[in-house]
T-cell receptor, first 109, second 115 residues
Framework: GENVEQHPSTLSVQEGDSAVIKCTYSDSASNYFPWYKQELGKRPQLIIDIRSNVGEKKDQRIAVTLNKTAKHFSLHITETQPEDSAVYFCGGSNSKLTFGKGITLSVRP | DSGVTQTPKHLITATGQRVTLRCSPRSGDLSVYWYQQSLDQGLQFLIQYYNGEERAKGNILERFSAQQFPDLHSELNLSSLELGDSALYFC??????????????FGQGTRLTVV
């Protein structure tokens, strides 16, 4: 089955800097890779996703890149703001959607 | 508001007991997914139902079971509860029936505490 791993487990950046979070996956048949953001005490919400036929996708300050050969994909957040502080989960989907353990991003004002 | 409703929001019960968590998906969504979130394990996929049938299974214990009813709401049954079952249980729904390749909408979760 699918195994998704995230690293690092925590990341702290200064407000205004960029943050990059990387995920690796094991199932080469996976074709859908979402990123969910979970603020403290709230439910996970989709922030961006990418399909296996696309190498990069952008939405304002966030972007996701996919490297199918290396089986990894990354979330890029530019001009970070304190409200970006949250836990971010990457997912991989073939027959079911599984998530990594999450990365806690802290943006220092 | 995601449109996914979970009840109850909080549940406290004793070891050895059985509880039922309920989930109503977004209007029109046929798939329901259950996830367990504990501090050190992230979001663990438990099980998926599509239009009443089990579609995919994850790391769900034999003490746990689920079903989806004709009106598409789903219930997760947890029995012989142990302290380690204490966690936040999320339900999510999506329109897709096969492999999840579109946005899944999460409910607010049920916080289960086993004492």
């Amino acid at each position: 089955g699918e195994n998704v791993e995230q690293h690092p487990s925590t990341l702290s950046v200064q407000e205004g800097d960029s943050a990059v979070i990387k995920c690796t996956y094991s199932d080469s048949a996976s074709n859908y890779f979402p990123w969910y953001k979970q603020e403290l005490g709230k439910r996970p919400q989709l922030i961006i996703d990418i399909r296996s036929n696309v190498g990069e996708k952008k939405d304002q300050r966030i972007a996701v890149t996919l490297n199918k050969t290396a089986k990894h994909f990354s979330l890029h957040i530019t001009e970070t703001q304190p409200e970006d502080s949250a836990v971010y989960f990457c997912g991989g989907s073939n027959s079911k959607l599984t998530f990594g353990k999450g990365i806690t991003l802290s943006v220092r004002p | 508001d995601s449109g996914v409703t979970q009840t109850p929001k909080h549940l406290i019960t004793a070891t050895g007991q059985r509880v039922t968590l309920r989930c109503s998906p977004r209007s029109g969504d046929l798939s329901v997914y259950w996830y367990q979130q504990s501090l050190d394990q992230g979001l663990q996929f438990l099980i998926q139902y599509y239009n009443g049938e089990e579609r995919a299974k994850g790391n769900i214990l034999e003490r746990f079971s689920a079903q989806q009813f004709p009106d598409l709401h789903s219930e997760l049954n947890l029995s012989s509860l142990e302290l380690g079952d204490s966690a936040l249980y999320f339900c999510a729904s999506s329109a897709t029936g096969g492999a999840l390749n579109t946005e899944a909408f999460f409910g607010q979760g049920t916080r289960l505490t086993v004492v």
